[in-house]
């Protein structure tokens, strides 16, 4: 339902963006919406007393596992395979270990850092113990001070579900530089390309800053959206990469965020052999899956316009959101292996 | 904090530049065995900072309390010098292991060598947290 509405939204308003929103929800913010005058009072060490500790880590177990895994395979880290070699990870804002756990799970060396003294003391600590000789290994520290590592010790480093809170009102700019600055400094020169899950307003413009802090100390940040099987909600990622200038394609099914998704970003990343992203089996068919439905969403639209029918909207058809689905129409004959693959190929061009 | 976490851990308060390797004084350790992985140990050999890590192994034997000891017997010696094929070595590995792993500071302090500036350890996680002034 909520891929039909976006094909809908890219077909019939592309350029404003606003107007299948505002028409659904009215004004109403989506739930999972920080205010920025909540994220601006922000403290973690504050916020989570123990009761909300362990209400945070029950509430999230399944989820935040799904993320870690997801966010781990940006990184280059096959979660699915016990073969993956052993890396020293740090994981940014690690809270209760749920994330530090999900990478101790795949074999890495993994040291959690959280400024949340009751997350770092949550008794989930404990049930994580035997996973690796170093699970259970965290401190406290904040991420928008220069973390307390020494230089190009660290091959990985990833953070689920963290990292807004430096986008913050105020000084955001100044934080997330402390961090890619840290970034820079603690991992070594082959590191593996960083990722950070994050619940960023986009109207915020936090994903700008993260690109621009980046870019100063020579990173390549792209905004990677997925979507975790079965649920309906989008999850940001961003994609931090040393060197090269060029960003994946983007995806039509995220373009009202300027997005790229985890399979153009897959395709990408083999093309530039850069490390590749390591998406699991059931991931990628059910991306592939919803890539499809999409395309086939926006064909039929594009027809009924064609039949002279009008749409719910009086919105008229986007210029960009014909043209893929002329070329759509095109590949509909294609035996099924071929269809699909173009249809990955027509979304993230 | 096992002393792998030790051996990367530093001090980044302003104006220091060189707050490595932090000074132990532990109050409170003990020793728990974790399942010996020659890949996972020899993958954190080239991290290592190896002189720190004597360094480390001569100040956790000050710690008055170190619990588990008894399964233990006494530390392993490392070698002061890193093995030439240390992936090939398999006792000294061991050994290693032991030390990196095994051993866990839960209460007490580490110090900038530099600075003096003193981190508190408590319940096995240290506090790395700076003022304000100190960034």
């Known amino acids: 339902m909520v891929l039909e509405e976006r ?26 919406a920080w205010k920025e005058e909540d994220r601006a009072s922000f403290d973690a060490d504050r916020y989570y007393d123990s009761e909300r500790t362990a209400g945070y880590t029950e509430h999230n177990r399944g989820s935040q596992e799904t993320l870690a895994r997801r966010t781990l395979q940006l990184c280059s880290v096959q979660t699915e395979s016990t073969d993956q070699e052993t890396l020293l990870a740090v994981d940014l804002g690690c809270g209760s270990g749920l994330s530090s756990k999900a990478g101790s799970q795949c074999h890495l060396a993994v040291i959690g850092v959280d400024l949340s003294s009751e997350m770092l003391r949550s008794d989930e600590w404990e049930a994580e113990k035997h996973l690796s000789p170093m699970s259970g290994e965290r401190l406290r520290c904040d991420l928008a001070q220069p973390l ?127 490390p590749l992203v390591r998406l699991d089996g059931a991931h990628r068919a059910w991306l592939v899956r919803e890539h499809d439905r999409f395309a086939r969403r926006l064909l039929r639209l594009h027809k009924r316009v064609a039949d002279g029918a009008s749409l719910d909207h009086a919105a008229p058809p986007g210029t960009d959101a014909a043209a893929l689905a002329q070329r759509l ?21 | 904090m096992r002393l792998m976490t030790h051996n990367v851990l530093q001090c980044n308060k302003k104006g220091v530049q060189n707050g490595f390797p932090l000074i132990i004084k532990a109050t409170s350790m003990k020793y728990e065995e974790t399942p010996f992985d020659k890949s996972f140990v020899s993958a954190m050999i080239p991290k290592i900072e190896y002189h720190a890590l004597l360094k480390a192994v001569s100040e956790v034997q000050q710690c008055p309390n ?70």
């Open chain 1, 148 to 274: 307390p590592f020494r230089s190009q010790v660290f091959d990985l480093c990833y953070s689920v579900s963290a990292v807004h809170y430096l986008a913050t009102a105020s000084g955001a700019e100044q934080r997330i530089r402390a961090l890619t600055g840290s970034l820079r400094r603690i991992l070594v020169p082959e590191a593996r390309p960083v990722a950070l899950q994050a619940y960023l307003t986009r109207s915020s413009g936090a994903v700008e800053a993260f690109q621009a802090a980046a870019r100063k100390d020579g990173w390549l940040c792209d905004l990677v959206v997925d979507q975790s099987h079965g649920r309906p909600a989008e999850r940001d990622y961003l994609y931090l990469r040393k060197g090269g200038t060029e960003l994946a394609p983007r995806c039509a099914l995220y373009s009202h965020a300027k997005a790229t998704c985890a399979l153009a970003l897959e395709a990408w990343a083999q093309r530039q052999k850069a």
């Open chain 2, 66 to 135: 170190i619990a588990g000891m008894d399964k233990l017997g006494s530390l392993p010696v490392l070698p002061l010098a890193m093995p030439a094929n240390p992936d090939e070595d398999e006792d000294f590995l061991r050994r290693l292991h032991t030390v990196l792993f095994d051993l866990s500071m839960l209460e007490g302090e580490l110090v900038c060598p530099e600075s003096g500036r003193v981190f508190p350890v408590n319940d096995g996680i240290p506090n790395m947290l700076l003022n304000d002034d100190e960034v």
């Open chain 1, 7 to 32: 094909a809908l939204q890219l077909y019939t308003a592309p350029f404003g963006g606003q107007s299948l929103q505002a028409f659904k929800y009215g004004s109403l913010t989506p739930a999972w």
């Open chain 1, 329 to 349: 129409a095109g590949i509909e004959e294609m035996e099924e292996e071929a269809r699909l693959s173009a249809v990955l190929s027509i979304l993230h061009s």
